[in-house]
């Protein structure tokens, strides 16, 4: 029995080096480097140990903006982006003819180059002095006024990142819900029919409950990535998000280490842990909720 566990922790070797050279030692330099006070990456030095760096970074405007910014773009479209997904997915699953070929047609985005796709969108979106854009268009077609959604208010440019993101991820999450609305056991539904119930009570009772794991996946994944935003933003208003005022927490972190206010590794890593203790207290305020809401 020795010998055996001597030869399993010998195969596990390579991914345990693996894990602790790429993912435990850069953790454990992030959490050192966030109390280091006035950290040098040039000279590697620094003048004392605190938490100056957490009482910075939390008094930073533009911060505050990304949290601000993180946190709309999670509430409105993780549940979004879900709710969406799902009713396609029933769409799709009462659909007999062509229904793989719609299922291709859903999922094409996902396998696209979010930047290009950003790129269209920005061009759908853009006001320019020799074009208002398709959008602002068909505004004016319904007797509206032209809206800037790149380069104007707020609310026009948090519409068109919420609205780019639950694009974006919708296919992926239009397959899981598609895959497991046909793996729900027929006969549930058979008897169902049988005792004539109502197709809205067989949705709440059956369905949903059957493919709780998978919404319940999606949802803790896509708090995880919408909270981890950076790059569809820069898709859509460059690299200066703190100019746009839709830079994310991510973004933040990146800027401070190597944007225009760059080379602050310590203040870096404090964000960088801060956005580590939301995600994870988020995630586990919806495992203690999957307790009681998820079935099976």
Not at 104 to 129: D, E, Q, R
Not at 160 to 188: G, R
Not at 197 to 219: C, D, E, G
Not at 265 to 287: D, K, M, Q
Request: proline letters at 4%; one cysteine or more.
């Amino acid at each position: 029995m020795k010998k055996n566990n001597y030869k399993a922790w010998l195969y596990l070797l390579p991914a345990i080096l693996f894990l602790g050279i790429f993912m435990v030692y850069p953790l454990v330099d992030v959490l050192v480097y966030s109390f280091e006070e006035g950290y040098n990456s040039a000279s590697q030095t620094f003048f004392g140990t605190g938490l100056y760096n957490y009482s910075y970074v939390l008094h930073d405007p533009y911060f505050l903006q990304a949290v601000k910014n993180t946190f709309l773009i999670v509430v409105i479209t993780v549940p979004l982006s879900t709710a969406f997904a799902l009713l396609i997915s029933l769409a799709l699953n009462s659909i007999e003819k062509l229904r793989d070929f719609f299922q291709t047609v859903y999922f094409l985005p996902y396998v696209t180059n979010t930047l290009a796709v950003g790129l269209v969108f920005m061009i759908l979106f853009k006001k320019t002095p020799y074009s208002d854009g398709m959008i602002n268009l068909l505004i004016n077609l319904f007797g509206g006024e032209s809206v800037d959604f790149i380069d104007g208010p707020y609310w026009a440019k948090m519409f068109v990142m919420c609205f780019y993101t639950i694009w974006v991820v919708l296919p992926f999450k239009i397959l899981i819900l598609t895959s497991a609305l046909a793996s729900v056991n027929k006969e549930y539904y058979s008897a169902a029919k049988i005792d004539a119930t109502p197709k809205w009570r067989v949705f709440t009772k059956i369905t949903l409950p059957m493919i709780s794991p998978m919404i319940f996946y999606l949802v803790i994944t896509g708090f995880i990535g919408a909270f981890k935003a950076y790059s569809d933003e820069v898709a859509l208003f460059g690299t200066n998000l703190n100019a746009a005022g839709m830079n994310t927490i991510v973004g933040y972190v990146y800027d401070m280490l190597y944007g225009n206010s760059g080379g602050f590794p310590s203040y870096a890593s404090a964000a960088a842990l801060i956005l580590f203790v939301i995600v994870l207290t988020i995630t586990c305020i919806n495992l203690m909720v999957s307790k009681k809401t998820v079935y099976y």
